[in-house]
């Protein structure tokens, strides 16, 4: 059984998007709580167009983005598989602090582009449009999604379940070459 670990960064609703992806819940309201440090959360998944032929373990690690605890994140980073940034895009200093969530999360692990997403979390009333962020140039290479758990909950699902078929697919390819460049 593989095990791939997703570490969701903050900014906005990123509690509420993970307990729905993980299917913790499946509704989205609730009292909000936030998160002290990381919360792991598990799960067994069969991701779109990941290529594997059984079901794989998914760890969603819900790290929490108060910078108290960025102590802690060189941990969370260590093995990971992809990096999720939730932003809220009615926030402007959102679309700046992207940029280092990036540089922390994302450049210094290396990661490929496909091994990243970023998800515009819509707050329920915000009439922010779905459309192009104004986003740095190294960002808007990233895919992004919109999202909007009132009105469009399985549209996020679905994007969410390509993505992680993506990073599976990069995670195999590397284990692939790693695996050549042994026996050669």
């Known amino acids: 059984v593989l095990i791939y670990k997703c570490v969701f960064i903050p ?14 819940t499946e509704n989205v309201g609730g ?8 919360r792991i959360l598990e799960f067994e998944s069969q991701p779109e167009g990941s290529g594997e032929s059984m079901a794989c373990e998914v760890e969603l690690w819900d790290c929490s983005g108060e910078f ?45 582009e496909n091994q990243c997403l970023l998800i515009a979390h819509h707050k329920p009333g915000s009439g922010v449009e779905e459309g192009r962020l104004p986003l740095a140039s190294h960002l808007s290479r990233l895919p992004l999604i919109h999202s909007n758990l009132e009105e469009e909950p399985e549209d996020v699902r679905r994007a969410f379940w390509r993505y992680l078929g993506n990073v599976i697919n990069t995670m195999s390819e590397s284990r692939e070459r790693e695996e050549m460049s042994i026996i050669t």
Request: charged residues 15%; glycine residues 6%; negative net charge.
């Open 11 to 24: 900014l906005s609703g990123k509690t509420a998007l993970a307990n729905f992806l993980s299917g913790t």
């Open 68 to 112: 108290k605890f960025e102590s802690c994140w060189p941990a969370l980073m260590k093995d990971s598989s992809g990096v999720v940034i939730i932003f809220n895009p009615d926030v402007p200093s959102h679309l700046k602090e992207i940029e280092t969530w990036h540089s922390m999360f994302i450049a210094s692990q290396s990661l490929q």
């Open 31 to 38: 009292e909000y709580r936030p998160t002290q440090g990381v």
